[in-house]
């Protein structure tokens, strides 16, 4: 019914940029919240930003100052711009939303994920 698909991963060297994008789609009314998770092999998935639909972000005191997260609310989509990479960042990175879909309903959704490598 609902569907997130990140796009944008890759390998990318210490110190350089990348954007990540979460496309979603079907039967979304509005989408509250979307907000962005990592997990390195072996580790939990940890929180990295989110954002709501009025704007309002929160990020992850390691991911500070270095990664931005942002939306477009008429395309459903949402971005985490990473500047500033560290080998630390290397992780598959989920998109998550919280929606209310067009029957009036509330999910939580996420996407398949995507893998940043950064190497030093």
């Known amino acids: 019914q609902v569907q997130l698909v990140e796009s944008g991963g890759g390998l990318v060297q210490a110190g350089g940029s990348l954007r990540l994008s979460c496309a979603a789609s079907g039967s979304i009314s509005s989408i509250n919240t979307m907000g962005w998770y990592r997990q390195a092999p072996g580790k939990q998935r940890d929180f990295v930003a989110t954002?709501?639909?009025?704007?309002?972000?929160n990020y992850a005191v390691s991911v500070q100052g270095r990664f931005t997260i942002s939306r477009d609310n008429a395309k459903n989509t949402g971005y985490l711009q990473m500047n500033s990479l560290k080998p630390e960042d290397t992780a598959v990175y989920y998109c998550?939303?919280?929606?209310?879909?067009?029957?009036?309903?509330?999910?939580?959704?996420w996407g398949q994920g995507t893998q940043l490598t950064v190497s030093s």
């Open positions: 998550y939303a919280f929606v209310m879909t067009d029957w009036g309903t509330e999910r939580n959704v």
């Open positions: 954002i709501t639909s009025g704007g309002i972000t």
